[in-house]
């Protein structure tokens, strides 16, 4: 891959040109192997330029970069943010970035103490975040690389953009800073999905902490505002199925299930449910068999179901929402 620039000057020749069309003066060009290449008057590479730009006005054919246009003019006093002593730093450098180091070292003892504020007051938002992290959520901490350094992760791969909408702004209200990108690369005959990853050690050990005891969860779910209906929305988004249809007799037939594997998880989401109001059934399905873990399933009655979707108000898997 051809990327622009030339080591050395292998039987090429320094081209004069007529004219030159800045005020920094004559360019240093030259033809190798009929390409004509230039000097940069600040590092010294020389870097390929077009036929067509030796004759355009402009500072074609001075500097490389745009960093070397900004050290050719000068640098920036200023000092480290550290240790405090006093550096130059190029002009673009020091109008990019709000605090500049002398060196690695201090940029590393900087960073290692560093970090992200998180707000972990209740709040609606937080009850909606744990009930996405307990269903199609993934929260944990990972080690990763050569050094072997660890990662605290949160993550969301779904297939509606929504959701991931929703998740991501849930995370930004709580001082978090996620990223939402779209996922093409996935195995044959199946959806691209929609990512959303945060990074914070604080978040990821209080989660460990709450989730530990559903006891605890529940007490901190009550001083949340809707705190209830909030969870059970993130958990619904992730493990919720909704399907109308016909029955066998003809009429029609409207299910509403919310499936885990945890039973203490699903004995939590079936008393938050029975607090709200709605008539609930739990059932088992028995899988150990096959080598699978039980899943349980809760069952909203058909006669909650409007109701249901009125109070919780999910983003996806409601069908009232595109009616409004």
């Known amino acids: 891959m051809h990327t622009g620039f030339c080591k050395e000057i292998r039987g090429g020749e320094k081209v004069k040109l007529k004219f030159d069309p800045s005020e920094l003066g004559e360019r240093e060009i030259y033809r190798i192997g009929g390409k004509y290449y230039f000097r ?6 020389l870097k390929y330029i077009r036929p067509a730009d030796l004759k355009r006005e402009g500072n074609r054919g001075y500097f490389c970069s745009k960093n070397c246009w900004y050290e050719y003019f000068g640098r920036v006093e200023t000092t480290c943010a550290y ?27 900087a960073r290692s103490g560093l970090k992200v504020p998180v707000n972990l007051e209740p709040s609606s938002e937080l009850a909606y975040i744990l009930g996405v992290c307990l269903g199609d959520g993934c929260v944990g901490s990972y080690v990763k690389g050569k050094e ?14 929504e959701f991931a909408e929703s998740f991501k702004e849930a995370l930004e209200s709580i001082g978090l800073h996620p990223s939402m990108f779209l996922r093409t690369s996935v195995r044959p005959n199946e959806k691209p999905l929609w990512w959303v990853e945060a990074y914070s050690k604080i978040f990821v050990e209080w989660y460990k902490d709450i989730t530990s005891d559903f006891s605890k969860l529940e007490e901190f779910l009550r001083k949340c ?6 969870f059970v929305r993130g958990f619904y988004e992730s493990e919720g199925y909704y399907y109308e249809g016909l029955n066998k007799y003809g009429g029609r037939q409207r299910n509403l299930h919310i499936y885990n594997t945890n039973k203490g998880l699903v004995d939590l989401v079936a008393k938050i449910l029975k607090e709200l109001g709605f008539r609930i059934t739990v ?20 006669k909650d179901i409007v109701k249901f979707f009125a109070l919780i108000k999910p983003v996806i898997k409601n069908p009232y929402k595109k009616r409004k």
């Open 83 to 109: 240790c405090g002593k006093k550096i130059t730093v190029p002009k673009n450098k020091f109008l990019k970035w709000r605090t500049h180091y002398c060196s690695t070292e201090c940029y590393n003892k």
């Open 283 to 302: 059932r088992v399905d028995r899988r150990e068999h096959l080598g699978w873990k039980d899943k349980y399933r809760i069952r909203v009655l058909a």
């Open 225 to 230: 505002p809707r705190g209830f209906e909030e």
């Open 40 to 45: 940069c008057k600040n590092c010294g590479k």
């Open 148 to 161: 072997k350094k660890c990662s605290y992760e949160i993550k969301l791969a779904v297939e509606h953009r």
